[in-house]
């Protein structure tokens, strides 16, 4: 009878230990994902290679919002429960978001292995004490855009380098008539209403000459370095020389809030510089095919002693919610899904689409901490980059694309690029554009500064 209970006892032990390993290899799960601007074939590709490889996850879905009601739709998600695994996120909105995201688990992804091969702009957005909080693919930056025509016909045979060259290449392009209308813009800059992202240009500029944007939890704008014996005010200067196009007395006056928005006169072919990111080629070629333009790197202070090279990102990224909307169980399956689980796939596919070149990978499962190995056939970043025409995050994407002529300036742009975190960025950019608008009515840079530095102080959260 003792013989039988141990016989007994041993095969109920077998059976729960493969039965444990049988559960194992049949977990599986969905993933939902929600963006703006792009659509679902965007991802199909992306999507069907990495189900296709991955052992645990059977579908990923994606559902397109628009940018008017995003916001407020995923706020109302979230709050009901009903809300995506992963979902995008503006750059500038994760202190929003802070506590409704779940950073990527430990033992995943490694903060400090993967921040050598990322273009710098977006490590600092994404990492904060050693945690990673968001990955993207992609990061966008500005360029500037040319019409060669108007180029060729004046006998310039580049694109500016530096502002001083950018100066003089409005001067000889800018036609103004006799009653002082301007017919010809040299450049599309110096308002705020007709311009597009004029707060990210005046932004750049304050960069490229060196302004810590805050500091200590204050903002300064025009605390920058000293150069020698010369103080350097970087905020102030780069408010001045912005709003200099748009002053009539200036010798670089080419542009005010008369002209049509900035994007729609440089496809008209009535100005012949714009800056902008890479969104706005594909709106220039539709409206425009015709129109022989090009693009080239943003133009950088003249002087590197006096300031340093900058660029600024505006971009999307891709979190993972802390709280999911669970699988029911399926078919065979002894046990449902569990939040831990799904952050922890959701984050899987991030890592694999952001980082993963394609081939041979190592990944770990949510159940028992186990290492498995599978491939992926193609490089998941690669693929979407070529699909929706996007500069890269990744050093290795960006050293291919540097001379693609779409989208090379934007990817070495990403090099260079910069932000700063801050709450209400919509707010934060309306002083901006407003700062912009005081000095053209009248009211000194110094004054408009001030007041604009006192606002955003206001406003913002600083990390």
């Known amino acids: 009878m003792q013989k039988k209970i141990v016989l007994l006892g041993l095969v109920l032990c077998v059976f729960v230990f493969t039965g444990c390993k049988k559960e194992a290899a049949s977990f599986d799960t969905s993933l939902s994902v929600w963006g703006v601007f792009d659509n679902e074939g965007d991802y199909r590709e992306v999507f069907n290679s990495y189900v296709g490889s991955h052992p645990h996850v059977s579908n ?39 506590d409704k995201i779940a950073p990527a688990p430990k033992g995943m992804m490694n903060p400090e292995a993967i921040t050598p091969n990322l273009a710098d702009v977006a490590t600092r957005d994404m990492i904060f004490g050693g945690e990673i909080f968001a990955l993207t693919p992609t990061v966008d930056s500005l360029a500037l855009y040319y019409n060669k025509d108007i180029f060729n016909a004046a006998g310039i045979t580049s694109p500016p380098a530096t502002w001083s060259e950018f100066d003089e290449i409005v001067k ?11 017919i010809r813009s040299g450049a599309t800059l110096g308002t705020a209403k007709n311009i597009s992202r004029p707060e990210d240009i005046l932004t750049v500029l304050m960069m490229q000459g060196g302004a810590e944007m805050t500091r200590g939890g204050s903002v300064f704008f025009d605390k920058g370095i000293n150069a020698g014996s010369k103080a350097i005010n970087p905020g102030r200067d780069a408010l001045l ?22 994007i729609d006169s440089f496809y008209e072919g009535t100005a ?5 990111y890479s969104y706005s080629y594909d709106t220039i070629k539709a409206k425009n095919e015709k129109l022989n333009f090009a693009v080239a790197p943003l133009p950088q202070i003249d002087d590197q002693s006096l300031g340093q090279q900058a660029n600024f990102a505006n971009y999307w990224m891709f979190v993972v919610a802390k709280n999911h909307k669970l699988d029911a169980p399926k078919q065979g399956e002894t046990f449902q899904v569990n939040n831990r689980m799904k952050i922890w796939e959701s984050w899987q596919f991030l890592r694999v689409f952001a980082l993963h ?31 929706t025409k996007k500069p890269p995050l990744r050093k290795d994407l960006i050293e291919q694309q540097k001379n693609d002529v779409r989208l090379g300036a934007f990817a070495r742009g990403n090099l260079i690029a910069r932000t700063w975190l801050r709450s209400n960025a919509e707010q934060v950019d309306d002083v901006f554009s407003e700062m912009i608008d005081n000095v053209n009515k009248g009211l000194s840079v110094e004054k408009a500064l001030e007041a604009g530095a006192g606002k955003t102080q206001q406003l913002i959260r600083t990390r």
Do not use: C
Not at 79 to 88: C, K, L, R, T, V
Not at 247 to 254: E, F, L
């Open 241 to 262: 020389y912005y709003t200099s196009f748009a002053r009539g007395t200036s010798p670089v006056y080419t542009w005010n809030n008369a002209q049509h928005y900035s």
């Open 172 to 182: 000889q392009l800018t036609q103004i008539d006799d009653n002082g209308r301007i």
């Open 357 to 387: 070149p394609g081939g041979q990978i190592q990944l770990r499962s949510p159940l028992d901490n186990s290492v498995y190995t599978t491939v992926f056939p193609i490089d998941l970043a690669k693929k979407y980059l070529e699909v």
């Open 272 to 276: 012949a510089m714009t800056i902008s």
């Open 60 to 98: 990923i879905s994606y559902r397109k919002f628009t940018i008017d009601t995003y916001r407020d739709d995923l706020l109302n998600a979230l709050a009901s429960g009903n809300n995506p695994d992963i979902f995008m996120i503006h750059n500038t909105w994760l202190p929003e978001f802070a």
